[in-house]
Nanobody, 121 residues
């Protein structure tokens, strides 16, 4: 049974940094690439970053490249976010799929439950 569980997000101020984590278990060798998405209220989930099973290959959405970093260690996926702005306020989801490239096209097999991040100005 696949389980993805994000850490609590929280409320931070503009300019702050925040690291999200996602503990995972039960992934198979064919579904072990992972990614992070976010969802604004009333909008679809949008892919932010993805990483392959080795942790070496990554991809980023243009909107977060240079500010967000995805990495993984053992059974935890991370998203390090810096210089946050109110526009980063959203629900953040971790996800797992078969290919980090297609995860960036929202081809996902499993989702976490989501965690709220709020950035105040």
């Amino acid at each position: 049974q696949v389980q993805l569980e994000e850490s609590a997000g929280g409320t931070v101020q503009a300019g702050d940094s925040l690291r999200l984590s996602c503990a995972f278990s039960g992934l198979t060798s064919t579904t072990s690439d992972m990614g992070w998405f976010r969802q604004y209220q009333g909008k679809e989930r949008f892919p932010l970053a993805a990483i392959d099973s080795t942790g070496i290959l990554t991809r980023y959405a243009d909107s977060v490249r240079g500010r967000f970093t995805i990495f993984r260690h053992k059974n935890t996926l991370y998203l390090q976010m810096v210089n946050l702005t109110p526009e980063d306020t959203a629900i953040y989801y971790c996800a797992a799929g078969s290919d980090y490239k297609t995860i960036m096209r929202s081809d996902v097999d499993y989702w976490g439950q989501g965690t709220q991040v709020t950035v105040s100005s």
